[in-house]
């Protein structure tokens, strides 16, 4: 059966790939009063006078919010909150399974940022998190950067930083494979979207030598106007021989190639022109930028792209289940770029040292421990930054 049909009969058998459950056996009177009235007036009380002992008291150390407004949902585009809905509840149920976090979508139904920024920021006591989801850009930025601004619990855009942790964590170990420095490798991006330009910012943290961002129309560079402040920003950043012209341009002489953008945009000719040992990560999805038989044909040594019926799958299961259930642990109140580091950090050394291989560069997706390891990397980060 095809995949597609066969996740829509799920999905109408299921209605719904989420549900509550009461943590309270409610069996007696006594358990009637103690989990509600008269004796919940108790924890109220005591909340009322401490906030902090909500974390005590509710489940809200536990709760993340996971929030859309349906402008980006995957490949899809803008087919707003309630169609994405079953995309969120996915997310939902990935960060119970791989974490253990409890986590509810809400579709907001708005494109004006202040008025999104507003509304979870009405809402945001009742969780520990805060988890946006397929925001498009540049409107997603802006939303963030308020967030952070506004609220004393994490917030994460899991399409910008989630995205950015797992290629980061993949690329250090197909460049210690290869044989490649961080510092001397040339990277180039395809698609200067939301995802694009968090997973070249990331790069540069990590100490990536050279990057060169390639959109529609090019390669960004310092000499070009660009009215989306992302671009423009990034331009200042990047490209650091300032370099116009194509992808094909782009990828002459480079050491990898990191695909954000849609399918069979990478030619033969293009792996053949970059630098020995050439590494791909083409993650568009379903179809990425160039397949992996032909990648692989063409020459690179290295191939993951975000397909998990193929060797090095690049997903996002593999950080914000860890990134959130780490930050929760111990009531961080932001998600900071070292504890992004630590993250991605944490991933790469998933693999032994004596495992690494072509085909084995990233643990695999539906590796359960790894979320342990990346929170505890997440909530060391925060405790020793906040002794």
Known sequence: M???QKSLEMHEKWQGKIEVISRAPINTREDLSTAYTPGVAQPCLEIAENPELAYKYTRRGNLVAVITDGTAVLGLGDIGGLAGMPV???KCCLFKEFGGVDAF???VKSKDPDEIVRTIELISDSFGGINLEDISAPRCFEIEAKLKEKLDIP???DDQHGTAIVVGA????????AGKKLEDITVVINGAGSAGIAIGKFLLKLGVGNLVMVDLCGIINRDDKY?????AEIAQISNKNNIKGTLADAMKGADAFV???????????M????AEKPILFPMANPNPEITYELAKESGASIVGTGRSDYPNQINNVLVFPGVFKGALAVRAKAITEEMKLAAAKAIAAHVPENELSVDNIIPSALDRTVADAVAKAVADCWTNANK
């Not at 690329?171 to 494979?177: I, P, R, S, V």
């Not at 009215?227 to 671009?231: C, V, Y």
């Not at 695909?259 to 000719?269: D, F, I």
């Not at 792996?271 to 970059?274: F, L, P, Q, R």
């Open 2 to 4: 095809d995949i597609k």
């Open 88 to 90: 969120m509840e996915g």
């Open 105 to 107: 979508p809400l579709c």
């Open 155 to 157: 917030v994460f855009h």
């Open 170 to 177: 993949a690329l250090m170990n197909a460049a210690k494979l």
């Open 227 to 231: 009215e989306n402040p992302a671009h």
């Open 259 to 269: 695909g954000v953008s849609k399918p069979n945009l990478v030619s033969p000719e």
């Open 271 to 274: 792996v053949k022109s970059m």
